[in-house]
Structures are given as structure tokens and as C-alpha cells.
């Protein structure tokens, strides 16, 4: 899975196959059409590549600083050695969005 973000902050999902083959014809053609109903000007592409990455502790989102999570609501304060336990994962916003297909 790779996306493709515009200049403007919208972001779709993509299979690698089609990541690929818009990124080799991004120099020879203007617009693209996706199933989704978007049509791109391959100039606003601001990006395709792989998905977002977020910092967690055992499922929960840290702070940017990485001092910090919060569960149940509760703000937990990380010390040296919980910090660790962080792991890089894929962003949850990408359970909820649907891929889209170029259509040729």
C-alpha cells in the first residue's frame, strides 16, 4: 500500500502496482482519474509513497516529544526506560479510507 497526497491535503490510498504506474506517467500526462470520482492534475501531487507512521507505547498514540500517552484518558508520563517501548506504526487513519483505482 502506497499514497498519494496533493498539494492541498488530500490523500488517497493506492495499491503498489498502481502507485508505480502513476508515478511513471506523472511527466507525460495532466490529469488522472481515480474510481473515487477525483480527477488530479498531476502537477498538485505533492507525494506518492509509502503510508504514515506514528510513534505508540503498547497500542497508544505517544506525543510528539515522546514524553508522553494517554489511556483510558489518563495522561501517562513516560520515563527513560518506557521510552524504549515506543514503536513505529502504521497511522489507524488508513483502517478507515478506501482504495482507489486509476482508471486508464
Given at each position: 500500500m502506497?499514497t498519494?497526497?496533493t498539494?492541498?491535503?488530500h490523500?488517497f490510498?493506492?495499491?503498489?502496482?498502481?502507485?508505480?504506474?502513476?508515478?511513471?506517467?506523472?511527466?507525460?500526462?495532466n490529469?488522472?482519474?481515480?474510481?473515487?470520482?477525483?480527477?488530479?492534475?498531476?502537477?498538485s501531487?505533492?507525494?506518492?509513497?509509502?503510508?504514515?507512521?506514528?510513534?505508540?507505547w503498547?497500542?497508544?498514540?505517544?506525543s510528539a516529544?515522546?514524553?508522553y500517552?494517554y489511556?483510558?484518558g489518563?495522561?501517562?508520563?513516560m520515563d527513560?526506560?518506557s521510552v524504549?517501548?515506543i514503536?513505529m506504526?502504521?497511522d489507524?487513519k488508513?483502517?478507515t479510507?478506501?482504495?482507489v483505482?486509476?482508471?486508464?
Amino acid at each position: 500500500m502506497q499514497t498519494l497526497k496533493t498539494i492541498d491535503g488530500h490523500e488517497f490510498l493506492l495499491d503498489d502496482d498502481e502507485a508505480s504506474y502513476i508515478k511513471s506517467i506523472v511527466s507525460t500526462q495532466n490529469f488522472i482519474n481515480l474510481s473515487s470520482g477525483d480527477m488530479i492534475n498531476t502537477k498538485s501531487i505533492a507525494r506518492i509513497g509509502e503510508l504514515d507512521k506514528i510513534a505508540t507505547w503498547d497500542g497508544h498514540p505517544v506525543s510528539a516529544n515522546r514524553s508522553y500517552f494517554y489511556r483510558e484518558g489518563i495522561r501517562i508520563n513516560m520515563d527513560a526506560d518506557s521510552v524504549k517501548g515506543i514503536e513505529m506504526t502504521t497511522d489507524p487513519k488508513y483502517l478507515t479510507m478506501s482504495k482507489v483505482k486509476l482508471l486508464k
